[in-house]
C-alpha cells in the first residue's frame, strides 16, 4: 500500500509539472485526473515483464532475421568481391603470372635434353645416342631428370623476373628513345605492315641485357647446383678426378637433393662458392638475354608481316619466334655456356681457397660446341612451348571480365 501511495503521488506530481509546462504558470493551480490508470505494482511489474519479454522476443526475431538475411547476401557478394579482386589482380601482373606458369610447363617437357647436354659438355661422349644410352644404362630414366628441381625453381623465378624487368625496360627505352629522336618504338611494331630496323633492334637488345644481367644474381646459384646434380655422378668416378685427394670431395655431391647441394658447396668451399664462375654467367645472360629479345620479337614483326595477319600476337608467328629465339642465341653464347660448365665443375673438387685454373673462352674451337645439336634443339622446344603458352595465358588473363 505504501509502495502504491508513493507512485500515485509521483505520478500526480508529473502529470502536475507536465500541466505547468504545457499550460503555463496559472495552470499549476488547477487539480487534474491522472491522464492513465494507476496500476498496483504487481500489475505494473507484471506487465513491464511481458513487455520487457516481447520487446526482447521481437528484437531477438529481428536480429535473427537481419542476421540471417545479412548472410544470405553476403555470401554471393563476398565470394563476387573476392573473385573481381582476383581479377584485377591478375590482370595487372599478367606478364608474371603468364611467365610463371609457361616455365614450369616449358621446362619439364625439355629437362631430359638440358641434362643430356651439359653432360656433353663436360665430358666426353661419341655423340647424342651414346649420352643417352650411358646415362639410361648406369642411372635409368631417374638421371635424366636429375636436379630437376633447382631449375623448376630457379627457372620459373628467373622466367618471372626476367620478363617483368624487360616489358618494363621495354617501354622505358621506348620512352626515352621517343622523347629524344620522336621515333614511337612500340607503335611502329604493332602497325601493320611493319619491318625491324636500328631503333626496334636497339631497344628490345637494351631490354634483354638489363634483364639478362639482372637476373644473374637470382640464377647462378641454382644453376651451380643444377650442374653439380647432373654430372654428380660422373665426377664421383675416380678416373674423372682433376687431381689427388679430390675424390673425396667430389663424391660428396653423390645423391643429393637441391638443398643438401648447397649445403655441400657452402661446406667446401664457403657461402660465396654459390656464386662459383659468377663472371662468365654474367657475360652469357647479358649477351645471351638480348639476343633472345631481339630475335624473338623481329622474327614476329616480320611473321607477322609476310603472313599477312595483322594481329601482332598470331599463334604461328609466337610458336616459329620462340623457337628461333633460342636456336639464335644459343648459337652466339654457347663458347662462353660451355667455359661456365667446365670451370663450374672443375671448382666442385676443390675446396674454398684452392686455386681453380680458369677456362678461357675459345669461339670456332670443336671441344668448345660439343652438344650444341642439343642444346639447340632444346632450346627450340622449350621456346615454342614457352612463347605459345605465354602469349596465349597473357591473352585469356586481358580478355577476363570485370563484374
Not at 31 to 43: E, G, R, T, V, Y
Not at 209 to 236: D, N, R, Y
Not at 343 to 354: A, C, D, I, P, V
Not at 371 to 389: D, E, I, P
Request: hydrophobic letters at 35%.
Amino acid at each position: 500500500m505504501r509502495a502504491t501511495a508513493t507512485l500515485q503521488s509521483a505520478n500526480n506530481a508529473l502529470l502536475d509539472d507536465s500541466s505547468i509546462s504545457n499550460n503555463g504558470p496559472a495552470a499549476g493551480h488547477r487539480h487534474l485526473a491522472p491522464a492513465f490508470p494507476i496500476m498496483s505494482q504487481k500489475d505494473n511489474s507484471q506487465e513491464s515483464t511481458t513487455s520487457l519479454k516481447g520487446s526482447s522476443r521481437d528484437e531477438s526475431n529481428g536480429s535473427t532475421s537481419t542476421t540471417t538475411s545479412s548472410l544470405t547476401n553476403a555470401g554471393p557478394s563476398s565470394d563476387g568481391q573476392f573473385w573481381n579482386s582476383t581479377q584485377r589482380l591478375a590482370k595487372k601482373y599478367r606478364t608474371e603470372v603468364a611467365a610463371s606458369a609457361s616455365s614450369v610447363l616449358s621446362t619439364m617437357s625439355t629437362f631430359p635434353l638440358d641434362s643430356v647436354k651439359t653432360r656433353m659438355q663436360t665430358y666426353k661422349y661419341a655423340g647424342f645416342v651414346d649420352c643417352v644410352k650411358q646415362t639410361y644404362h648406369t642411372e635409368k630414366l631417374r638421371g635424366f631428370f636429375r636436379g630437376v628441381t633447382a631449375p623448376m625453381l630457379s627457372i620459373t623465378a628467373v622466367r618471372t623476373v626476367s620478363f617483368s624487368i624487360y616489358q618494363r625496360s621495354k617501354y622505358a627505352y621506348s620512352d626515352w628513345v621517343k622523347r629524344n629522336f620522336g621515333f614511337d618504338v612500340m607503335s611502329h611494331v604493332a602497325s601493320h605492315g611493319s619491318l625491324p630496323n636500328f631503333w626496334t633492334v636497339a631497344t628490345f637488345g637494351a631490354a634483354g641485357a638489363t634483364a639478362g644481367s639482372c637476373i644473374t644474381l637470382i640464377a647462378c646459384p641454382f644453376e651451380l647446383t643444377k650442374l653439380s646434380a647432373q654430372v654428380s655422378v660422373l665426377m664421383a668416378d675416380e678416373k674423372n678426378c682433376l687431381k689427388p685427394g679430390s675424390h673425396a670431395i667430389a663424391a660428396s655431391y653423390q645423391n643429393k637433393g637441391t638443398l643438401k647441394t648447397m649445403g655441400n658447396i657452402v661446406k667446401h668451399r664457403g657461402l660465396g662458392g654459390l656464386y662459383t664462375g659468377f663472371g662468365l654467367h654474367l657475360t652469357r645472360d647479358t649477351l645471351g638475354t638480348a639476343m633472345y629479345f631481339i630475335t624473338y620479337e623481329s622474327s614476329k614483326q616480320l611473321l607477322t608481316t609476310f603472313g599477312g595477319d595483322g594481329s601482332h600476337n598470331n599463334p604461328f608467328a609466337v610458336l616459329i619466334a620462340g623457337g628461333m629465339c633460342g636456336i639464335v642465341s644459343w648459337a652466339l653464347i654457347y663458347p662462353v655456356d660451355s667455359a661456365k660448365s667446365i670451370y663450374q665443375r672443375n671448382s666442385l673438387m676443390y675446396t674454398k681457397g684452392e686455386k681453380v685454373e680458369p677456362v678461357k673462352i675459345r669461339f670456332f674451337q670443336r671441344n668448345m660446341y660439343r652438344g650444341l645439336g642439343v642444346s639447340m634443339a632444346r632450346s627450340c622446344a622449350v621456346n615454342a612451348v614457352f612463347f605459345s603458352s605465354f602469349e596465349f595465358l597473357k591473352k585469356r588473363i586481358k580478355a577476363m571480365d570485370d563484374h
